[in-house]
């Protein structure tokens, strides 16, 4: 896997979307870096100089096997002692972090926000009204003085 790194400091992983390459972040990286992060972009599988499958078969590039890379990018990349990595994705792979086991977006909102959360009720099917958790998000970021007019 093709990765563009720079920085010392805690680790920040940067995952781009379809059809971009690490050079998305080329930016982001820099600014990380210059305010002590470890910034980390990687080409997924199948762009950019990442190989690691046949291009001849489809079946090998699931977003299943982009997470099981990311997963193996931070048993390699996690400096000794570190016990957590941050990580940004956008687009494409922002699905990837998301069915990757290690992230749990959806138990931080939990913890942050509770069960009411709309992106929290919307987890379960079934249980989603459109119009009744926007009601409720509305009221609540009202009350809390959130809310922007």
Known sequence: MHIAELGKGPTVILIHGFPELWFTWRH?????????YRAIAPDLRGFGDTTGAPTDDVTKFTTLHVVGDLVALIDIVVAPGEDKVFVVARDWGLGAHRRNPIF???DALRALYGNDFYMVRFQKRGR???KNALNREYKRTRENGEAHT
């Not at 982001?28 to 002590?36: K, M, N, P, R």
Request: glycine letters at 6%.
């Open 128 to 130: 989603f009204s459109k």
């Open 104 to 106: 749990q977006p959806v």
């Open 28 to 36: 982001q990286i820099v600014y990380l870096a210059s305010h002590g």
